[in-house]
């Protein structure tokens, strides 16, 4: 197979992935979240103490029980926010597709799975 079909194929498979359900689905919640001032300032006021703690540990920083606490915290509500959850399921279920994704075009590369070999449903790689 020439080199510009291979990348006929990748975009192709680029196209797929862009129109499934799955990345619809986090596009569509991640719109609902940023348009959600609670939930949104939520996962910003978490990303900025993550990011400032990770800062001064590598600065070399005592990390103090209350910045601990307080990311702690953050956490917690963020686990308590209805729509942030659908956000992390929807993007767990999208990372989930694109490991299968990652886990087939290995097996093929491998030879530990082909549509000859398997029949192309992958029931026996467990897909």
């Given at each position: 197979?020439?080199?510009?079909?291979?990348?006929?194929?990748?975009?192709?498979?680029g196209?797929?992935?862009?129109?499934?359900?799955?990345?619809?689905?986090?596009?569509?919640?991640?719109?609902?979240?940023?348009?959600?001032?609670?939930?949104?300032?939520?996962?910003?006021?978490?990303?900025?103490?993550?990011m400032?703690?990770?800062?001064?540990q590598?600065?070399?920083?005592?990390?103090?029980p209350?910045?601990?606490?307080?990311?702690s915290?953050?956490e917690?509500?963020?686990?308590n926010?209805?729509?942030?959850?659908?956000v992390?399921?929807?993007?767990?279920r999208?990372?989930?597709?694109?490991?299968?994704?990652y886990?087939?075009?290995?097996?093929?590369?491998?030879?530990?799975?082909?549509?000859?070999?398997?029949?192309?449903?992958?029931?026996?790689?467990?897909?």
């Amino acid at each position: 197979m020439h080199r510009d079909a291979i990348i006929k194929l990748a975009m192709d498979l680029g196209s797929s992935i862009a129109e499934s359900d799955e990345l619809m689905e986090v596009k569509k919640l991640q719109d609902q979240l940023q348009a959600d001032e609670t939930a949104f300032g939520l996962v910003m006021k978490y990303q900025a103490a993550r990011m400032n703690l990770e800062n001064q540990q590598r600065a070399g920083q005592n990390i103090t029980p209350q910045d601990e606490n307080h990311l702690s915290i953050l956490e917690q509500q963020m686990q308590n926010n209805a729509l942030i959850q659908q956000v992390m399921d929807a993007q767990d279920r999208f990372n989930n597709l694109m490991q299968a994704v990652y886990y087939a075009m290995n097996q093929s590369l491998s030879g530990g799975c082909s549509p000859d070999g398997c029949g192309g449903s992958c029931s026996g790689c467990g897909m």
